[in-house]
């Protein structure tokens, strides 16, 4: 049992999302994530395994990521990878069978319509345990706070792609301390940096997605 989620996890850390996919090469023809998962759970193996294989697989290409050791098109085949996945442990979930670590609440700042890096953090999150609550793009803040008040004690990320959003971002994160400023809060995004994060009163900053994986679990309640 074993050796079948640590299968599952190789196929999330190398992309194979089934056995129909040709990528990655070395790989094809042989059972994916979503035939081993299948597998799996019919052999008994509980779905908290699981999601902790997946875990590791999703930390390890997270960890490649950061040292430019894999790039965004091998990032976004092990995303496809962990959904193939999710798609059968989400009625555990659901059900109460699998707790998850927390909430996490993320969008795009209002006047930013880009989502790839947005989606990217929210899969990769996901694929870490976490309840993943996506707003979308162009999020004012007041959908933000909302979304504070309907998840209780959930952690908030914020992304952008445009310089001329981070007057946004920013505004956003001043509107949601004032109503809830126990909220822990994460800026992402091109233009970017530790310092900026600060100046806007965001509690963490991360420039890629294992790095929110980081910091969500170092502030888990």
Known sequence: ????????????????????SPYPGDMAGQDGADELTVSALEW????????????????????????NEVFVPELLMSAK??????????????SGNVKAKGKFVIGTVAGDLHDIGK???????????????????????????????ENSGCIVGLSALLTTTMV????????????YPGTKII??????????????GADGYSPDPQGTVEFLNKNLL
Request: hydrophobic letters at 45%; a positive charge.
């Open 119 to 149: 989606n990217l953090v929210a899969m990769v999150v996901e694929g870490n345990g976490w309840e993943v609550i996506d707003l979308g793009v162009d999020v004012k803040p007041s959908k933000f706070i909302s979304a504070v008040k």
């Open 168 to 179: 946004n971002m920013a505004k956003t994160v001043s509107e949601i301390k004032a109503v």
């Open 44 to 67: 008994g193996v509980t779905p908290d395994k699981i999601l902790s294989a997946c875990n590791i697989g999703m930390q390890r290409i997270g960890e490649k990521f950061g040292r």
């Open 187 to 200: 800026v992402g995004g091109a233009p970017l940096t530790y310092d900026k994060a600060v100046k806007m």
């Open 1 to 20: 049992m074993n050796d079948a989620s640590e299968k599952i996890g190789v196929c999330i850390e190398r992309g194979k999302v089934n056995k129909s």
């Open 81 to 94: 990878a962990m959904n193939a996945v999710m798609t059968h442990l989400k009625p555990f979930f659901q």
